[in-house]
């Protein structure tokens, strides 16, 4: 499971944010996950709770924001909606396509209390 090094990641990076504007804790933490990123949601969950225990994110709020995977035809062009790598075109049923949205972690928000 990758997903408890993932919440890690993001734990060190929210600690480093923690430092820089002079905080103890966040009370929410916005992420925005791609369809295609190879998390799996229920997983990041279940690792969540232990990934922040005793840090900055322990109680904060978690909002994720799914991205939906887009890919482009590299025979026509055309944009789509896909749910799998290997999806075809809708416009020409080719294979070749180039996924450009959906392989996305970010983290977009990270919010605290004013009392903090």
């Known amino acids: 499971m990758h997903e408890l090094s993932i919440v890690v990641n993001i734990v060190d990076i929210a600690e480093k944010e923690a430092i820089k504007v002079e905080v103890d ?16 949601l229920e997983a990041l969950d279940f690792a969540w709770e232990t990934g922040v225990k005793g840090s900055v994110l322990e109680n904060a709020k978690k909002k994720i924001t799914k991205i939906q995977a887009k890919a482009k035809c590299t025979n026509c062009n055309e944009v789509f909606e896909i749910e799998s ?21 970010k983290i977009l928000t990270l919010e605290f209390d004013s009392e903090n």
């Open 25 to 40: 804790n966040f009370s929410l933490i916005g992420l925005e996950i791609g369809t295609q990123s190879g998390i799996v």
């Open 85 to 105: 790598l290997y999806d075809i075109c809708p416009k020409c049923n080719s294979y070749i396509i180039e996924i450009i949205q959906g392989k996305e972690l």
